[in-house]
């Protein structure tokens, strides 16, 4: 078989990108957009030894879990893998896929994996609070903005993402007719020419407070009072700045922001607890779920008021804040200073005083704090990125011995790896509950509870 062949295949699996597998005489294709039970026509993209790609050509029988996309642009937009699949499957997707990773990476029997049920959405729409949107022309030279196609820079023209809030569509026109009339160019990524790269635009469910953050690759927005003026007739608008990014670069936001209306930041709440959020600042994007992880987090904490808390890669404080409502004491350390600054801005907004931030890698922070100043903790929270915790972070971790650590993932497969670490140095898995905080996509998050058992936990392992 060569490229561009076309075979017949039965879907009987999915990889964790989302990506239909299927078998042809042994031999296992990968295929775009294929569904666990469609019999579909594929096209040979790529071939390896033991496993090719493909496309998908048409449907031959469809799975009883498909269902039509509700957005027009979903399967060339590469950020929805799971449009054409209903929303029940997703959960059961997802969840297959967390206690796999645990079983496989953890090294953790399926039987044995103590599986809470999977947090969904009631309404898996109009959920997430941000997003970015590269601005660019298309093949007739008119100025678009959307949504990069799956693992490409070229821009599927979409103002009105369904997953976004109903605000982006006015605001990007504003934008786009503004760039129009004055004559500014959005950036062209190959020449490294043009102003305007990004819209970032977000908001607080909790407030319908709106922030837009303009990218652009110079020092200076011209005009800039007339798009301000613009943007204020959006009902909510209260932040307005721009972001000077002038680096080939695939990082969006740069280094130094100018604020052309407002306080430079938006609030917005999680339960009780309120968040001040700027433009570079980390903040979940789902705010509905947010707040079902974070209970969970704090759950599986066990609080009861007596104890010190250790959270590691805390950004703005959001899960600190949380924790220190039932904790004696929280400690968060985050690698990026303004997102500090958020941190015990939030604290004091929130009037609370035993909340302690130190800036630094979690890596260097804990040991220093743990083995210098004999710093202590009964519980430790930790919610690093895709690539989980460094080695040298949890090695601490293990030194330390808390009581119990909640460990929150957005990677099952690196949280599975950290498991079977922590498993083999004294600690055990007693609780694991996923969230769907990215309806529609391949993407869920983890939330589980790990108690010290010191020997007899490694004899189990």
């Not at 250790?310 to 004491?329: E, M, P, R, V």
């Amino acid at each position: 078989m060569k490229k561009n062949d076309l075979f017949t295949v039965t879907i009987e699996d999915m990889s964790e990108d989302g990506a239909g597998i299927g078998k042809t005489d042994g031999y296992t294709w990968f295929v775009k957009d294929g569904l666990i039970g469609d019999v579909v026509e594929a096209g040979v993209t790529k071939m390896k030894k033991n496993y090719g790609f493909a496309r998908l050509v048409r449907i031959i029988t469809p799975s009883p879990f498909r269902i039509a996309p509700r957005c027009p642009v979903a399967r060339q937009c590469g950020g929805c893998q799971l449009q054409a699949m209903s929303y029940e499957e997703q959960l059961r997707f997802k969840e297959r896929k967390i206690r796999s990773n645990l079983s496989r990476l953890g090294g953790i029997p399926e039987d044995q994996i103590p599986m809470e049920p999977i947090m969904g959405m009631e309404d898996p729409w109009r959920y997430r609070n941000k997003a970015q949107f590269p601005f660019g022309r298309d093949k007739d030279g008119e100025i678009v903005t959307g949504f990069y196609a799956g693992r490409t820079h070229s821009i599927i023209p979409q103002e009105d993402c369904l997953l976004g809030i109903e605000e982006n569509k006015d605001i990007l026109e504003i934008i786009k007719n503004f760039m129009k009339e004055y004559k500014i160019e959005p950036y062209d990524e190959a020449e490294h020419r043009g102003l305007v790269r990004h819209a970032l635009i977000r908001k607080g469910f909790a407030t319908g407070q709106l922030m837009v953050c303009l990218v652009i690759n110079g020092k200076k927005l011209p005009r800039a009072e007339v798009l301000t003026e613009r943007l204020l007739a959006v009902p909510g608008m209260t932040s307005i700045s721009y972001s000077v990014n002038e680096e080939r670069t695939n990082v969006i936001l740069g280094r130094e922001v100018t604020h052309l209306h407002g306080p430079g930041y938006i609030t917005d709440r999680i339960g009780e607890v309120s968040y001040r959020i700027s433009p570079l600042s980390f903040y979940q994007v789902n705010p509905v779920q947010t707040r079902k992880l974070y209970e969970t987090a704090l759950e599986f904490a066990g609080l009861e008021g007596g104890e010190t808390v250790w959270d590691l890669y805390c950004g703005i404080g959001t899960i600190s804040l949380f924790l220190a409502q039932k904790a004696k004491k929280v400690c968060g350390v985050e690698i990026v200073p303004q997102a500090i600054q958020d941190a015990r801005e939030n604290a004091r907004l929130n009037g609370m005083e035993n909340v302690e931030f130190f800036v630094g890698k979690a890596e260097e922070v804990l040991p220093e704090q743990y083995e210098r100043n004999h710093m202590r903790a009964d519980v430790i929270v930790v919610d690093p990125p895709r690539k989980g915790c460094d080695e040298r972070c949890l090695e601490t971790i293990v030194k330390m011995q808390p009581r119990r650590l909640v460990y929150v993932s957005c990677d099952s497969a690196t949280l599975g790896r950290d498991v079977k670490y922590l498993r083999e140095h004294g600690f055990e898995l007693t609780r694991a509950r996923g969230c769907d905080m990215f309806a529609w996509s391949v993407h869920v998050e983890v939330v589980i509870q790990m108690t010290y058992c010191g020997d007899k936990a490694k004899n189990k392992g």
